[in-house]
């Protein structure tokens, strides 16, 4: 009987030691694969060490009031992208709030086809008053109907941010034609680390 006891511990153990062991696998291979996820790089060089999460920024936001700013930098997914140039995006916050990305200067514009892809951008936080015109013609830039457009009447409160720099999610290769102007040449994220 005490045989059989000892038995069963050490199976028990075994058993154990072989989970932990194919856990660790599977993170490391987790871990490598995001590494290796390619990012193209628009606008000044960032890389993805420290950025907040969208959480984080909607916390910030909160705390804002028109007319102040936060320099910054965050990741999030990519809800929308100006159809026509690409010179903006919107980006998923918590609670089905986005951010308005628009580049410093109109300086560079990011893929017309990145939509639903994840992104870290680099620059500056604020809120602002946006006017009729302006989110009528940000809808048009989206692709929405006449009849949705049409609907906006009234100025809105929106959550804003100015990139300095961005990585999309994705390769040259995928990007091939979806950008207007010059862009910089991409890099994957195990390359970004080492800057």
């Not at 989206?142 to 949705?148: D, I, L, P, R, T």
Request: net charge negative; glycine share 6%; charged share 30%.
């Amino acid at each position: 009987m005490k045989n059989l006891l000892i038995l069963a511990f050490l199976s028990l153990f075994v058993s154990c030691e072989t989970a932990n062991k194919k856990e660790n696998q599977n993170t490391s291979m987790s871990e490598s694969i995001t590494e290796a996820v390619p990012y193209a790089s628009f606008g000044a060089q960032i890389n993805k060490e420290d950025a907040l999460n969208s959480k984080e920024l909607s916390e910030i936001y909160l705390g804002l009031e028109v007319g102040d700013s936060v320099d910054v930098k965050f990741a999030s997914e990519i809800n929308s992208v100006c159809k026509k140039k690409g010179c903006w995006m919107k980006l998923d916050l918590e609670d089905d709030k986005e951010t308005m990305v628009r580049f410093k200067d109109y300086g560079f514009f990011v893929p017309k086809n990145s939509e639903g892809k994840e992104t870290i951008v680099e620059g500056i936080a604020f809120v602002e008053r946006t006017s009729v015109e302006d989110l009528k013609h940000f809808a048009e830039d989206g692709g929405k109907s006449k009849a949705e457009i049409e609907a906006i009447t009234e100025p809105k409160i929106t959550y804003s941010f100015t990139a300095t720099g961005v990585l999309v999610q994705g390769t040259d290769e995928e990007f091939e034609g979806q950008v207007e102007g010059e862009k910089e040449v991409s890099e994957t994220t195990s390359d970004l680390e080492t800057e």
